[in-house]
């Protein structure tokens, strides 16, 4: 059974910066792209960023490029999302998902082809103005 649990969220300020983490168990950490979706009330859920089993490609949503960086540490099956410069409008229930689809042309993760299979209950962020 694949479990996923996302920790790190909290409230912070506009400029702030905030790291979630993931941990997955329940399958092959380092064969699955992996990747961070979010949530905002009243707004569908968007993707934000992913990465592939070796780490070697990354995609992120054009609202989150140049502020936000995703990374994967295999020994600890942990993803991690480091947001730096944190608005208003990344306030959302971020959650973190397993067997994403990661590569491809597409430059702008919002609107991923195929949505994963496997999902966290998620971590709230809330940023202030």
């Known amino acids: 059974q694949v479990q996923i649990m996302e920790s790190g969220g909290g409230s912070v300020q506009a400029g702030g910066s905030l790291r979630l983490s993931c941990t997955v168990s329940?399958?092959?950490?380092?064969?699955?792209?992996v990747g961070w979706f979010r949530q905002a009330p009243g707004k569908e859920r968007e993707g934000v960023s992913c990465?592939?089993?070796?780490?070697?490609?990354?995609r992120y949503a054009d609202s989150v490029k140049d502020r936000f960086t995703i990374s994967r540490d295999n020994a600890k099956n942990t993803l991690y999302l480091y947001m730096n410069s944190l608005k208003p409008e990344d306030t959302a229930m971020y959650y973190c998902?397993?067997?994403?689809?990661?590569?491809?042309?597409?430059?702008?993760?919002?609107?991923?082809?195929?949505?994963?299979?496997?999902w966290g209950q998620g971590t709230q962020v809330t940023v202030s103005s």
């Open positions: 990465i592939t089993g070796s780490g070697g490609v990354t």
């Open positions: 329940g399958l092959t950490f380092d064969a699955y792209a």
């Open positions: 998902a397993a067997n994403v689809h990661c590569g491809g042309p597409t430059t702008d993760y919002s609107s991923p082809p195929v949505w994963p299979s496997y």
